[in-house]
């Protein structure tokens, strides 16, 4: 069946440098999987916390799906996410580290489960943004001055 990602979060690359990612399973009702199925997820804003050894997602929207009218979802409710022990330990002990945070950055079905990746980032500075942003507007031009003549 493969792999097709149903949403991803841009914002993250731009505010943190990514570390390591992580796949994990995601705890969810129907209607929420029929909904993420139609591609009506948005995980602006979004984070992963760790309490009592388990992982949760929070801020997560998606969607209402439509069709299930009397058991509807809250969009933005705490979803558990499903890590191994020993990735969690790790993760718990890389958050307690300055400046290191837990951002999800992608949502897919692979083999027709829902699935998303998380990544350990720490978030940038202003400058550093500002550097990414020269840096891809630089390319975006010599790109467009020598029409695909060269690769960066």
């Given at each position: 069946?493969g792999?097709?990602?149903?949403?991803?979060?841009?914002?993250?690359?731009?505010?943190?440098?990514?570390?390591?990612?992580?796949?994990?399973?995601?705890?969810?009702?129907?209607?929420?999987?029929?909904?993420?199925?139609?591609?009506?997820?948005?995980?602006?804003?979004?984070?992963?916390?760790?309490?009592?050894?388990?992982?949760?997602?929070?801020?997560?929207?998606?969607?209402?799906?439509?069709p299930?009218?009397?058991?509807?979802?809250?969009?933005?409710?705490?979803?558990?996410?499903l890590?191994h022990?020993?990735?969690?330990?790790?993760?718990?002990?890389?958050?307690?580290?300055?400046?290191?945070?837990?951002?999800?950055?992608?949502?897919?079905?692979?083999?027709?489960?829902?699935?998303?990746?998380?990544?350990?980032?720490?978030g940038?500075?202003?400058?550093?943004?500002?550097?990414?942003?020269?840096?891809?507007?630089?390319?975006?031009?010599?790109?467009?001055?020598?029409?695909?003549?060269?690769?960066?």
């Amino acid at each position: 069946m493969g792999i097709k990602v149903v949403a991803t979060n841009k914002v993250a690359y731009h505010n943190y440098n990514i570390i390591e990612t992580y796949e994990a399973g995601i705890v969810l009702k129907g209607s929420e999987v029929k909904s993420i199925r139609e591609g009506s997820v948005n995980l602006r804003d979004s984070f992963v916390r760790i309490d009592n050894g388990e992982a949760f997602i929070y801020n997560m929207y998606i969607a209402p799906y439509k069709p299930a009218s009397k058991l509807q979802h809250d969009p933005y409710r705490k979803r558990k996410l499903l890590l191994h022990k020993r990735e969690i330990l790790k993760l718990m002990g890389k958050v307690q580290e300055k400046g290191l945070t837990i951002i999800p950055t992608k949502v897919y079905l692979k083999n027709g489960k829902v699935k998303i990746e998380i990544a350990l980032a720490k978030g940038k500075a202003k400058y550093e943004k500002r550097e990414a942003i020269k840096e891809r507007d630089m390319k975006r031009e010599l790109s467009k001055k020598y029409k695909g003549k060269i690769k960066l």
